[in-house]
């Protein structure tokens, strides 16, 4: 089975930066894209940013380009997410997700594993 622990969430004031963490176990073979998901009060789950572990070219969600950054170090299989010049719209639980693509790398449908996620508020 393939577990995901995220990390990293908290409170932060407008403007200011997080960075999340996902550690990835478990057989992972045949899962080799991992993506940030989003989920504010109230709203449906969104996609983030996504990367293949084999690839260094990411894919971003439009809210999330020019302020966030994920990536992915390989000896450890850990995905992270640069969040940079946060806003109150950025308030949400962040899942991490790891799963075989085959979809659009930003569709939920291309994920079978899930992390439980963590939470980022922006607030002043």
């Known amino acids: 089975q393939v577990r995901l622990v995220e990390s990293g969430g908290g409170s932060v004031q407008p403007g200011g930066s997080l960075r999340l963490s996902c550690e990835v176990s478990?057989?992972?073979?045949?899962?080799?894209?991992r993506g940030w998901f989003r989920q504010a009060p109230g709203k449906e789950r969104e996609a983030v940013a996504a990367i293949y572990t084999d690839s260094d070219s990411p894919f971003y969600a439009d809210s999330a380009k020019g302020r966030f950054t994920i990536y992915h170090a390989n000896a450890r299989d850990k995905v992270y997410l640069q969040m940079n010049r946060l806003n109150a719209e950025d308030t949400a639980m962040y899942y991490c997700a790891a799963g075989p693509g085959g979809w659009h790398v930003l569709a939920q449908e291309g994920y079978k594993f899930w992390g439980q996620g963590t939470q980022v508020t922006v607030s002043s």
């Open positions: 478990g057989n992972t073979y045949g899962n080799n894209l």
